[in-house]
């Protein structure tokens, strides 16, 4: 099982461990109940944009099977679940409510609640309602004002039933990967629409607030945000690694805490900037009650005159930018760099994102660097004035096998175990650290890789939709059961 020192504050009950999801990652019956469609179904069968071609159709099923995954959830003996409501499920086009999307969640919220579990649900979890993407998505303000609305319509109905509100999870993915890269839904590779697409994304976060806490008063409210600390490859990279954390991180925390964009960012990309109204830090920068941290890995740059351009950023550019201006042209990787580092260039983009030889990496292909997580926390809590921070995300993605009935996923487990005692030290440093959730409960739909990739803690057979628990979540198992009997 897991082990923590003695007098780890992860052995205490009072921390919350739990495992995460997201609605359009599990649930499929996409085509049931009045759902309207999504971004990501559309994305997903424009050709070349997602793995084979994959898509959340049917997914895990969850819609259907949620009373087996809740038993299952509560098998593992976890205190929480981390769920995410689908926005296209409970709005009409009509702009009418769909008291049938309402009554799936209240269906899988009483089965939560009969086992005990808090919830924390997500309001947007990148399944925007295709009809908004028509009227503009995320580059139409509007679209912030119809979040609100919806968030209204959800806590009014389920209140402080649900104990944790995230209104948006990861908007560095839905702004950038969706509208400034483009290789997720709706797949826009434009700068300046990256950048507005982030603008409205935390207006609707801050539209949201207020109509949270008046809605579910007894119930906590907050955001999600991803951060993959930027390290520099040496000394002369360490302003590149400073300005990329600025662009990816601080980007979206200083907004959100202290009311302001980075100026160096700010700044360098002026002619992208979006209108900021006079109101709109005030409403973006409105008061949480828990910051929600999810970490994977960390990323490695070095200043933009150097380096070999990394893989990742390869991939990027291969489905969006230079995909765009070279057509159906196939490009070798050198000539991608080449034509990479012109366009950076151009742009004068301070650094290059770098692949370090040599280190252990997940399945998709991150770096495994515990330590990454550790200085992230610490380095946070010391440049802010942050509210209590839950670790919503953490995992890795492996390539499991089931072998004689089980899956023994040694890289996971022990991902798990160093990352978790990184969140334990942190809160010996003084990070008010009070719960974790494992990315994921089971392995599911990974967006632009399909199902290709497995996050879970639990092995989905997408055949015949058995779930099998892996070696990793039979730790959690163990140690959450010890826990439970005060044998730590
Ligand atoms: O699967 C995703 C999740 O939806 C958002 N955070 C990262 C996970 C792994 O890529």
Same mark, same amino acid.
């Given at each position: 099982?897991?082990?923590?020192?003695?007098?780890?504050?992860?052995?205490?009950?009072?921390?919350?461990?739990?495992?995460?999801?997201?609605?359009?990652?599990?649930? $499929?019956?996409?085509?049931?109940?009045?759902?309207?469609?999504?971004?990501?179904?559309?994305?997903? *069968?424009?050709?070349?944009?997602?793995? /084979?071609?994959?898509? !959340?159709?049917?997914?895990?099923?969850?819609?259907?099977?949620?009373?087996?995954?809740?038993?299952?959830?509560?098998?593992? !003996?976890?205190?929480?679940?981390?769920?995410?409501?689908?926005?296209?499920?409970?709005?009409?086009?009509?702009?009418?409510?769909? &008291?049938? $999307?309402?009554?799936?969640?209240?269906?899988?919220?009483?089965?939560?609640?009969?086992?005990?579990? @808090?919830? +924390? *649900?997500?309001?947007?979890?990148?399944?925007?309602?295709?009809?908004?993407?028509?009227?503009? $998505?995320?580059?139409?303000?509007?679209?912030?004002?119809?979040?609100?609305?919806?968030?209204?319509?959800?806590?009014?109905?389920?209140?402080?039933?649900?104990?944790?509100?995230? @209104?948006?999870?990861?908007?560095?993915?839905?702004?950038?990967?969706?509208?400034?890269?483009?290789?997720?839904?709706? !797949?826009?590779?434009?700068?300046?629409? #990256?950048?507005?697409?982030?603008?409205?994304?935390?207006?609707?976060? #801050?539209?949201?607030?207020?109509?949270?806490?008046?809605? *579910?008063?007894?119930?906590?409210?907050?955001?999600?945000?991803?951060?993959?600390?930027?390290?520099?490859?040496?000394?002369?990279?360490?302003?590149?690694?400073?300005?990329?954390?600025?662009?990816?991180?601080?980007?979206?925390?200083?907004?959100?805490?202290?009311?302001? %964009?980075?100026?160096?960012?700010?700044?360098?990309?002026?002619?992208?900037?979006?209108?900021?109204?006079?109101?709109?830090?005030?409403?973006?920068?409105?008061?949480?009650?828990?910051?929600?941290?999810?970490?994977?890995?960390?990323?490695?740059?070095?200043?933009?005159?150097?380096?070999?351009?990394?893989?990742?950023?390869?991939?990027?550019?291969?489905?969006?930018?230079?995909?765009? &201006?070279?057509?159906?042209?196939?490009?070798?990787?050198?000539?991608?760099?080449?034509?990479?580092?012109?366009? +950076?260039?151009?742009?004068?983009?301070?650094?290059?994102?770098?692949?370090?030889?040599?280190?252990?990496?997940?399945?998709?292909?991150?770096?495994?660097?515990?330590?990454?997580?550790? /200085?992230?926390?610490?380095?946070?809590?010391?440049?802010?004035?942050?509210?209590?921070?839950?670790?919503?995300?953490?995992?890795?993605?492996?390539?499991?096998?089931?072998?004689?009935?089980?899956?023994?996923?040694?890289?996971?487990?022990?991902?798990?175990?160093?990352?978790?005692? +990184?969140?334990?030290?942190?809160?010996?440093?003084?990070?008010?650290?009070?719960?974790?959730?494992?990315?994921?409960? +089971?392995?599911?739909?990974?967006?632009?890789?399909? %199902?290709?990739?497995?996050? !879970?803690?639990?092995?989905?057979?997408?055949?015949?939709?058995?779930?099998?628990? /892996?070696?990793?979540?039979?730790?959690?198992?163990?140690?959450?059961? *010890?826990? /439970?009997?005060?044998?730590?």
């Amino acid at each position: 099982m897991y082990k923590f020192p003695k007098d780890s504050k992860l052995n205490k009950p009072e921390f919350l461990f739990g495992v995460a999801t997201a609605s359009y990652q599990i649930e $499929g019956a996409t085509n049931v109940d009045e759902r309207c469609p999504s971004i990501w179904d559309t994305f997903c *069968a424009k050709p070349g944009a997602v793995y /084979k071609q994959h898509n !959340g159709d049917v997914a895990c099923n969850h819609y259907n099977l949620y009373q087996q995954d809740v038993d299952l959830i509560s098998s593992l !003996g976890v205190d929480a679940y981390r769920l995410s409501i689908a926005w296209p499920r409970i709005i009409k086009t009509d702009g009418s409510v769909n &008291q049938k $999307g309402l009554d799936f969640y209240d269906r899988l919220i009483s089965a939560l609640e009969e086992k005990n579990i @808090t919830i +924390m *649900a997500t309001l947007y979890h990148w399944d925007l309602p295709q009809y908004l993407e028509d009227k503009g $998505g995320w580059l139409n303000r509007e679209t912030s004002v119809k979040f609100a609305e919806y968030t209204d319509v959800v806590s009014s109905y389920f209140g402080d039933r649900i104990s944790f509100y995230v @209104t948006l999870n990861e908007p560095w993915c839905s702004a950038y990967h969706g509208y400034r890269y483009g290789i997720h839904a709706p !797949g826009i590779a434009d700068e300046k629409s #990256g950048f507005l697409a982030c603008h409205n994304l935390l207006l609707a976060h #801050g539209m949201a607030m207020p109509i949270l806490r008046k809605n *579910a008063s007894n119930s906590k409210h907050g955001i999600v945000l991803n951060f993959t600390p930027n390290y520099p490859v040496d000394d002369s990279s360490i302003e590149a690694a400073q300005f990329a954390d600025d662009e990816h991180s601080h980007w979206f925390l200083k907004p959100l805490i202290d009311g302001k %964009y980075p100026e160096s960012v700010y700044n360098h990309f002026l002619d992208v900037m979006p209108v900021i109204e006079s109101t709109d830090m005030q409403i973006i920068s409105e008061k949480i009650d828990f910051l929600g941290v999810n970490f994977y890995s960390r990323s490695m740059v070095s200043n933009a005159r150097q380096g070999k351009v990394s893989d990742t950023i390869l991939q990027k550019l291969d489905r969006a930018e230079i995909r765009m &201006q070279e057509s159906n042209d196939v490009l070798d990787d050198d000539t991608k760099a080449e034509k990479l580092q012109k366009l +950076m260039n151009q742009k004068g983009i301070h650094y290059n994102s770098v692949d370090l030889e040599e280190v252990e990496r997940t399945h998709i292909g991150w770096e495994v660097h515990p330590e990454a997580l550790l /200085k992230l926390l610490t380095d946070l809590n010391q440049t802010y004035q942050l509210p209590p921070i839950y670790i919503t995300e953490n995992g890795a993605a492996v390539d499991d096998q089931l072998v004689g009935g089980k899956i023994d996923d040694e890289q996971r487990y022990r991902y798990y175990q160093n990352h978790l005692s +990184m969140v334990d030290q942190a809160i010996k440093l003084g990070v008010d650290i009070r719960g974790y959730f494992a990315w994921s409960l +089971m392995d599911n739909f990974e967006w632009a890789e399909g %199902y290709k990739m497995r996050f !879970g803690i639990v092995y989905v057979d997408y055949e015949t939709q058995t779930r099998t628990l /892996k070696r990793s979540a039979i730790k959690f198992q163990e140690f959450l059961n *010890a826990r /439970k009997q005060g044998l730590l």
